[in-house]
């Protein structure tokens, strides 16, 4: 027994002085954390980067413009960023957010959780807001593009800049530029993509700022139709305002996918 | 005996259960991964994966468990692949030289690894559950590329188990004549059968740091030896392979030197101290060209990714460097003092005795070399004194060739002790003993110098191409003096007198304790080199394949590695030491008195 | 007369430790680091160990004093003395190793710490492990030009680097005398010949703020050159470096 003490005993001593000798002995360098993932480029982004791709998202592919305008059609943005704390503590509130980060991504995905008195949908008193998820549906914005649109709604409004550039999630926007994208398949394709649901009632889309297309092939021909999209504010139907459809479709649409909008358009009846 | 097979049947039942759950789980990921990425043949890319991906369990720490564990598994792994190894050999010679003390040593050397096979399995099967449970991506991503052989290596460790069951418990019935050459075949298909297990979960490992048959977004081309034989493969064969030989001999030699200092009788002690004199004799065999095997993997690793070879030998893994370079000093020292100390079993070693002071001067400064580092820790008066972080005269010995030049000096004179010792107990008759001597002395005389001359002048007053090339002249000069002054030594003492009979068990419980200090330090420089091999890839589960984003991707400090390190050697020697003790309980019978009915 | 073997132990470790002083701080004139003295010590004392205590003779002669100290009665007065001196000295050591000094904590830093795989310079993603130097060629190819381009080199070394790395290139600049860490030496054994040319590139490229952690604390002034310099001469003050130092960077090929 006392054999087998004294070899414990000196394994625990040997292991000790190795573990001694490398805690103490030598210097303890702490290695840099791993690097930031490289293949995303908005790791090498700086903040002023981010909110110009915010701004460019607004006016782009957000589609937010077509409605936060100075035509009245949902409140103006500007200074929004500078109101919400008021927001949070209004009694109408129904959301979860805390600060003007976590507020402004809220009424991005969750838009009824604060409805600005005058701009709720018609006979809701103001509960629930006109606006789309532009999380999901035909807008579908990624975390990074929602951050980025925070980040230049709180630089133009005047806040301080609270978000950080994200790092792991994959930069869309960038990568469709530059090359051709595949043309659309199906008409429903084509309306989810271009975002044709954010403003008119058409396929599974509930838009409701321009007219209703549900039963359009009923009341105009072909010709009208190719006509009103390629020019939209050509013929502007009754009740509704000018300039509020974007007039580039025709420079984003393939020929052949125009005709395909076209005809399927003219098929609603 | 009862205990001892009821162990067994535990460690068969064990690996029965590591198969299967080894070909549930290959077939469940398989079929989900075939079946979400239907398009590419079967086969999608490496997973982006999230820090949520990654499950916690238990609250414990995902990387050091799964560290340990598998740490644990690869000690047992070498320990139990290499026994086989040498039991052969062992047997072999005992069966040529019909002596059967080899006989018996061979067969006690497999009953010290028989149930450390089981606590191999164990761990193992631990290994695998950790994987699936922490690693679940990873895991999965591996198994559909490694699906083949995940499922031979669970096959073959049904072989292997058959096999070593006959082997071991076959010992005394295969006995004699052509029974015994059967027995020995069994031994022979035991080693091929272990060696092929290794190879298999040695691919699985060197894919993650050198993948082969995959494209760089990780999708895989279907070709399983593309995978198998990437490019670090072979370079990790041949270094575990020697590596565990002498791991095998340094724990048996632990064993016999536990036996020795607690046996009672003399007979007893001087078979122990015989068997531990054997054991180290296979450790030091081994660890001699273990250190340019070492630099193969190392200059292969630089030239598969210089990224990977800059972060193994700069900044941060220098100073591990240096860890082990006192380590590997340890173990060359510890051998040395045991062989020292052996001397005192020969009543004609006084001869050698003047020189030992000598060998241990230039061991000592070899090592000192070995261990200085490149980057010297300095205070700030010396940094005054200094003039700057550059030292004129240690900076240069913080080098490779430097390094390299004393690493051969230390392998040359640990043989130059072994040859004292060999010598000690016989008096040479043939004519030309002063002629052989002169020649020995010339021969390591002149590579000595040309180990100096080829590290000085290469790796100082040439370009730094010849830096590394100066290693290879070096370590051949180091062979051919070992080699042709062992076949001198052969012939010059080949009708030798004994000086006196041997004294098995002369020897001082000391040198008992320099062969535990070669376990021990070997086992923590194994853990330790490990962390290096796997630390290298850094925040990659697959280099620049497959990502680590767990929370745990970070390059931990030296510190902490090396006391993950330590605990997995306490851990390791508590169970080695359970072992050691189960083959001694199962030999001792305790008559109750009246307790069983007469 | 024949000195007890435990006092030619202790003689030896003594004569070692001034040995090692005498040569690197007196003869040579470059102190010995104390970090490095103390393991050098330590692993001198395992081999005096060794080599006193592998016979069994010798160790009985070299414990004998100090078994007689702990046991014989006589010697009641010195063991006593002994075993209260031993600890207090022990205690007073650990104690001035401890307590916290009025000196600058210690530096340490890799003097060459793992390059990233890629970098940005001059508005462009650069992959370090392919990077080479694009005059390199001419070496061998345009003997004339290669002179031509070390010459350039050189011109932008003597205008920007050479306050500080010295016009031999032994990092004795006339502001090196300011500047910790001092400017690295180039004719050392242990710098740019150690290096890749791309490693070098990098160094220059994005100076002591382009360090990485490992490096810290690092307070290099060694400017962002990418700011100053074009990357061409860049590329040529790297061919001046090793012509003039007649050092060749590392490769890993052997046919260099």
């Given amino acids: ?269 | 005996m009862n205990l001892c097979r009821l162990k067994n049947l535990k460690g068969i039942s064990t690996v029965l259960a590591v198969g299967i759950l080894w070909l549930l789980a290959g077939d469940a990921f398989g079929a989900e991964t075939a079946s979400a990425t239907g398009v590419t043949g079967g086969y999608g890319p490496a997973p982006d994966l999230k820090p949520s991906d990654y499950p916690q369990v238990a609250g414990v720490n995902s990387r050091v468990t799964i560290w340990i564990v598998a740490q644990l598994h690869l000690w047992f792994a070498a320990f139990v692949l290499a026994v086989p190894i040498f039991v052969f050999i062992i047997e072999a010679i005992g069966m040529r030289t019909r002596d059967k003390r080899y006989d018996d040593m061979a067969y006690e050397f497999i009953k010290v690894s028989i149930t450390a096979y089981s606590l191999t399995a164990i761990m193992g099967g631990l290994l695998l559950f950790c994987l699936v449970l922490f690693y679940p991506d990873l895991f999965r991503y591996m198994s559909v590329i490694f699906k083949d052989s995940m499922f031979y290596y669970a096959l073959l460790f049904f072989a292997e188990s058959a096999v070593l069951y006959i082997y071991y418990y076959g010992w005394h019935w295969l006995q004699g004549g052509f029974r015994k050459w059967v027995h020995l075949t069994l031994g022979l298909l035991l080693n091929a059968v272990g060696t092929t297990l290794m190879l298999l979960a040695n691919a699985w490992l060197t894919f993650m740091m050198s993948p082969a048959g995959v494209d760089p977004a990780g999708v895989f081309s279907g070709d399983a030896w593309a995978a198998i034989h990437n490019f670090l493969w072979n370079p990790i064969n041949i270094h575990r392979f020697i590596a565990n030989i002498a791991y095998g001999g340094s724990i048996v030699g632990a064993y016999a030197a536990f036996k020795f200092l607690t046996a009672s009788g003399a007979q007893e002690k001087a078979h122990y101290d015989w068997m531990g004199y054997n054991a180290n004799f296979i450790a030091i065999c081994a660890l001699l060209p273990l250190p340019f095997a070492g630099y193969y993997l190392a200059a292969e690793i630089y030239a598969y990714s210089q990224q990977m070879g800059i972060t193994l030998m700069g900044g941060l893994f220098a100073w591990l460097f240096i860890i082990q370079a006192v380590l590997i000093g340890t173990l060359f020292l510890s051998a040395n003092y045991y062989l020292w100390c052996g001397m005192g079993r020969s009543d004609g070693a006084k001869r050698y005795y003047k020189y030992i002071k000598y060998i241990a001067i230039v061991l000592i400064g070899a090592f000192l070399v070995w261990f200085t580092p490149h980057t010297l820790v300095l205070t700030n008066e010396e940094l005054k004194a200094l003039g700057g972080p550059y030292h004129k005269y240690l900076g240069p010995l913080g080098i490779m060739p430097a390094k390299n030049t004393a690493v051969n000096l230390m392998i040359l004179f640990t043989a130059l002790s072994f040859m004292f010792y060999r010598r000690a107990n016989k008096v040479a008759t043939v004519g030309w003993v002063k002629a052989g001597n002169a020649i020995q002395v010339a021969l390591f005389t002149t590579g000595i110098l040309n180990i100096f001359f080829l590290g000085v002048y290469h790796g100082y007053f040439t370009n730094t191409v010849y830096k590394v090339a100066a290693s290879i002249p070096q370590v051949l000069t180091t062979l051919i003096v070992i080699v042709a002054s062992v076949v001198i030594d052969s012939f010059m003492y080949r009708r030798s007198q004994e000086a006196g009979p041997l004294h098995w068990g002369r020897v001082p419980p000391r040198s008992q304790y320099a062969l535990f200090l070669l376990a021990v330090s070997f086992t923590w420089l194994m853990g330790l080199m490990g962390y290096i091999r796997s630390g290298i890839r850094q925040h990659w589960h697959i280099l620049d394949i497959m990502r680590d984003n767990s929370p745990d991707a970070f390059t931990p400090t030296l510190g902490y590695a090396a006391n993950v390190v330590s605990l997995a050697t306490i851990l390791f020697m508590a169970m080695v030491i359970f072992v050691f003790w189960l083959s001694q309980v199962s030999g001792s019978k305790t008559l109750p008195d009246g307790y069983w009915k007469e | ?256």
């Fill in chain 3, 1 to 256: 007369m024949k000195i007890p073997k435990l006092l030619q132990a202790v003689l030896v470790l003594i004569g070692v430790y001034l040995g090692f002083i005498l040569v690197f701080d007196v003869l040579l004139d470059a102190v010995i680091p104390s970090s490095v003295l103390a393991m050098y010590m330590f692993f001198v004392a395992a081999g005096v160990f060794m080599v006193f205590t592998f016979e069994e003779d010798g160790t009985r002669e070299l414990v004998a004093p100090i078994k007689a100290l702990v046991e014989e009665p006589s010697r009641r007065l010195i063991r006593n003395i002994v075993f209260v001196v031993v600890p207090v000295l022990a205690g007073a050591g650990t104690y001035f190793q401890m307590v916290p000094s009025l000196d600058a904590p210690v530096e340490l830093r890799s003097i060459h710490p793992a390059p990233p795989t890629a970098i940005k310079v001059y508005g462009k993603r650069v992959n370090l492990l392919k990077l080479e130097n694009p005059y390199r060629k001419f070496e061998k190819e345009d003997p004339e030009k290669f002179k031509e381009l070390v010459a350039g080199g050189a011109k932008v070394y003597i205008q920007n680097c050479q306050y500080c790395h010295g016009d031999k290139l032994d990092g004795k600049g006339p502001y090196a005398a300011g500047l910790n860490p001092t400017p690295l030496n180039f004719q050392d054994v242990g710098t740019i010949a150690q290096l890749q040319e791309s490693y070098l590139f990098w160094r220059i490229a994005t100076g002591g703020p382009g360090l990485p952690k490992e490096a810290a604390p690092w307070i290099s002034s060694m400017p962002v050159w990418q700011n100053f310099l074009s990357e061409e001469e860049i590329w040529q003050v790297i061919l001046f470096l090793y012509d003039y130092t007649g050092r060749r960077p590392r490769s890993w090929e052997h046919d260099g």
């Fill in chain 1, 1 to 269: 027994m006392r054999q087998f003490l004294m070899v414990v005993a000196f394994t625990l001593l040997t292991v000790g002085l190795f573990a001694g000798y490398s805690n103490f002995g030598i210097p303890q360098i702490e290695p840099a954390q791993p690097p930031k993932q490289e293949k995303i480029d908005l790791g090498a982004m700086t903040m002023d980067k981010f909110i110009a791709l915010g701004e460019k998202i607004f006016n782009g592919k957000g589609t937010c413009t077509l409605c936060h305008n100075n035509l009245g059609r949902a409140p103006m943005l500007g200074g929004t960023a500078g109101l919400v704390p008021k927001r949070l503590v209004d009694p109408r509130y129904k959301g979860e957010a805390t600060n003007v980060e976590e507020y402004l991504i809220e009424s991005f995905v969750k838009p009824s959780a604060f409805v600005v008195a005058g701009f709720g949908k018609k006979g809701t008193n103001d509960t629930v807001s006109p606006m789309p998820d532009v999380s999901a549906g035909s807008i579908r914005l990624n975390d990074a593009e929602i951050k980025a649109v925070v980040a230049y709604l709180q630089d133009s409004g005047g806040a301080e800049v609270t978000v950080k550039i994200p790092t792991d999630a994959p930069e869309q926007t960038e990568q469709t530029e530059g090359e051709p994208r595949a043309p659309f398949e199906t008409p429903e394709q084509a309306i989810a993509e271009l975002g044709c649901g954010a403003c008119h009632k058409v396929a599974t889309e509930e838009g409701e700022v321009g007219p209703d297309l549900t039963k359009i092939g009923g009341l105009r021909d072909k010709a009208y139709l190719r006509q009103a999209i390629l020019d939209p504010n050509a013929d502007i139907t009754e009740g509704f305002e000018k300039d509020q459809m974007p007039p580039d479709y025709g420079a984003q649409m393939y020929a052949q996918e125009l005709e395909m909008m076209v005809d399927y358009l003219a098929g609603l009846k």
